[in-house]
């Protein structure tokens, strides 16, 4: 079991480096966020000794089970899943990352409980960016009046956007939606300023790492290539 782990990760890493090194961009410029929902926590430790940085939960309640038994300040935790405002209190206190912001309200509350603790919590804003049903994230329409409010924060730093492509294996179906997110960066780009930066894209999975970071994507989540397949 162990080898496998290490086996994949090693695959995973290659896989960016060779997608980097075919457009041109540096690896070193990629943010690898080892999804790790649903999985033991002796995978994630596993990863920790290869040297592994960022781990990203999708479910709150897992997100702080992790926390309370792996305690280990070298891990940068994400959150990745759909945000819901009353459930950044059981986080707020050690999560580094929250990349599903889509509303000012959620900020709001983020900044609330990072100054409590007097600590910097960085954010993604995530928006809509696939054609499914399924909704998730802000409409590119509301990206403007959330960033602008993200601007006067203090304990909160807007550090780029995220997205969901739909869910496929055709490169070709997710590339314009990857190109959509970082046209959508580069449009807002202006309102970069205070605590707003904008610096990262979020985008990329499993399937489609290699269309991302020909797109620009500075940060990968990667569960299944990493950890195998999950049961749910
Ligand atoms: C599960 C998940 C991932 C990782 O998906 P894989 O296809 O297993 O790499 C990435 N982002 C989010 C938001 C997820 O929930």
Known sequence: MSDTIKVRYNEVLNRIEKACHNCGRNPDEIVLVAVSKTKPDSDVLELVDLGQVHFGENRAKSLEDRLEKIQ????????????????????????????????????????????????????????????????????????????TYGQSLKFTKVRGLMGMATYTDDAEKVRPEFQKLKSLRDKHMHLANGSVSLEHLSMGMTNDLEVAIEEGSTMLRVGTAIFGERNY
């Open 72 to 147: 280990n300040d070298a891990i940068q935790w994400h959150f990745i899943g759909t945000l819901q405002t009353n459930k950044i209190k059981y986080m707020s206190h050690r999560v580094n990352w929250i990349q599903s912001v889509h509303k000012k309200k959620a900020l709001k509350e983020i900044e609330k409980r990072a100054s409590a603790d007097n600590r910097v919590i960085n954010a993604l804003v995530q928006v809509n960016i696939s054609d499914e049903d399924q909704k998730s994230g802000c409409d590119p329409d509301e990206l403007e009046s959330i960033l």
